[in-house]
């Protein structure tokens, strides 16, 4: 069993950074692949990045290519987006989760966080 709280959300002026935490608790962070997802008001949950165990390999979805970094701390079992060059339409709730296989599809994990809301200001 795991549990994910995220923190570090709010608002923030277009162009601007945030960094989002996801503490987990639990055994074997490390043996869970890491995600970040975002769902809109009125749209459907999004993808945005994953990170494997070691933090070796990471995926991004294409929308956030080059702005956000995704990353872990095994040490401190906590997962790290770090968002810059926000646009209005990064706007959502932030969800991070975990998965044993590396995935962009949000079925394919098995424990979610509460989510975090980030508005971006025009």
């Known amino acids: 069993q795991v549990q994910l709280a995220e923190s570090g959300g709010g608002l923030v002026q277009t162009g601007g950074s945030l960094r989002l935490s996801c503490a987990a608790s639990?055994?074997?962070?490390?043996?869970?692949?890491m995600g970040w997802f975002r769902q809109a008001l009125g749209k459907e949950r999004e993808f945005i990045a994953a990170i494997g165990g070691t933090g070796s390999v990471t995926y991004y979805a294409d929308s956030v290519k080059g702005r956000f970094t995704i990353s872990r701390d095994g040490a401190k079992n906590t997962a790290y987006l770090q968002m810059s060059g926000l646009k209005p339409e990064d706007t959502a709730v932030y969800y991070c989760?975990?998965?044993?296989?590396?995935?962009?599809?949000?079925?394919?994990?098995?424990?979610w966080g509460q989510g975090t809301q980030v508005t971006v200001s025009s």
């Open positions: 989760a975990a998965s044993r296989w590396a995935s962009r599809r949000g079925s394919e994990y098995d424990y």
């Open positions: 639990g055994r074997s962070f490390r043996n869970y692949v």
